[in-house]
């Protein structure tokens, strides 16, 4: 009788698939995080691009700078990190990435740091180059310490930008 249990194999491939299940969860938490995890990169890196790409835009003389002096207004500056963090003017929209405030964003003007020439010269000076810094995000994870990539991980992106106006 022992010798006729012990030639059943019947229950194998269940005893195999057991085995073999933790590492093939921890694959599978492992991989969603991993795909999370670059795609929320790419959504702050996306935003802070387009953050600067909206303060390229605006006007040199009237809103930004006077000769090297910056002279950007409070008004311009939430207006840059509202794009940035929400993708509106509005304040209050929804982050982009969960956490991420707009009063995160960190707007940065210099004032005669790019080139002369160009449509530049009619400034009598270099033109002024705007650097949009999304300060450290919290990653939000998505199955904390399953997905082997926690909250405790920052996240940043820095973009810049000559302003070229309208």
């Avoid at 969603?32 to 600067?52: C, L, N, S």
Wanted: proline content about 3%.
């Amino acid at each position: 009788m022992i010798a006729r249990f012990a030639s059943d194999r019947s229950g194998s491939p269940a005893a195999e698939f057991v085995l073999m299940l933790p590492i093939m969860l921890a694959l599978l938490f492992g991989t969603f995080e991993a795909g999370h995890f670059f795609w929320t990169q790419h959504k702050i890196v996306k935003a802070v691009r387009d953050g600067a790409r909206y303060a390229s835009r605006l006007n040199i003389q009237d809103k930004l700078c006077n000769g090297a002096t910056s002279i950007i207004s409070t008004q311009t500056i939430q207006d840059i990190q509202n794009v940035t963090a929400t993708g509106q003017l509005a304040a209050g929209g929804v982050s982009k990435v969960p956490g991420w405030a707009a009063s995160n964003v960190q707007v940065t003007l210099n004032c005669a740091s790019f080139v002369d020439t160009g449509i530049y010269t009619d400034l009598g000076g270099k033109g002024p180059l705007v650097t949009i810094s999304s300060g450290n995000v919290d990653y939000p994870s998505l199955f904390m310490t399953l997905g082997f990539i926690n909250s405790t991980v920052k996240m940043s992106a820095k973009s810049s930008a000559a302003v070229v106006g309208l």
